[in-house]
């Protein structure tokens, strides 16, 4: 049964910084492309980055691009979201995904799209506020 856990979420003060973590179990990680999303209250449930198989590729929405960072230790079954000058904009339920489809970290559109994902998890609450 595929499953993906997301954490590390919480409350943090505008400018700061945030680390989430998704760990995957039940389907060969190492063969699958990692999403991040976000859903706000109200809104529909956007994407956020996406990162290669082996870590090597990223791309990242331009909302986020220069302050999130993804990463992946296979190793470890888990891939990271670090966000960092979190704006109260950026509050939203946090989720990752998986995806089988090859190559999409290439292509904007298609990594920030939730069509080409098959795995989702559960979601991590992040609140920007003072």
């Known amino acids: 049964q595929p499953q993906l856990v997301e954490s590390g979420g919480g409350l943090v003060q505008p400018g700061g910084s945030r680390r989430l973590s998704c760990t995957a179990s039940g389907f060969a990680f190492d063969d699958y492309i990692i999403g991040w999303f976000r859903q706000a209250p109200g809104k529909e449930r956007e994407g956020v980055a996406c990162?290669?198989?082996?870590?090597?590729?990223?791309t990242y929405a331009d909302s986020v691009e220069g302050r999130f960072t993804t990463s992946r230790d296979n190793s470890k079954n888990t891939v990271y979201l670090q966000m960092s000058s979190l704006k109260p904009e950026d509050t939203a339920v946090y989720y990752c995904?998986?995806?089988?489809?090859?190559?999409?970290?290439?292509?904007?559109?298609?990594?920030?799209?939730?069509?080409?994902?098959?795995?989702w998890g559960q979601g991590t609450q992040v609140t920007v506020s003072s």
């Open positions: 995904a998986a995806s089988a489809a090859a190559g999409i970290t290439l292509i904007k559109a298609r990594c920030v799209s939730r069509e080409e994902y098959s795995h």
């Open positions: 990162i290669s198989r082996l870590g090597g590729g990223t």
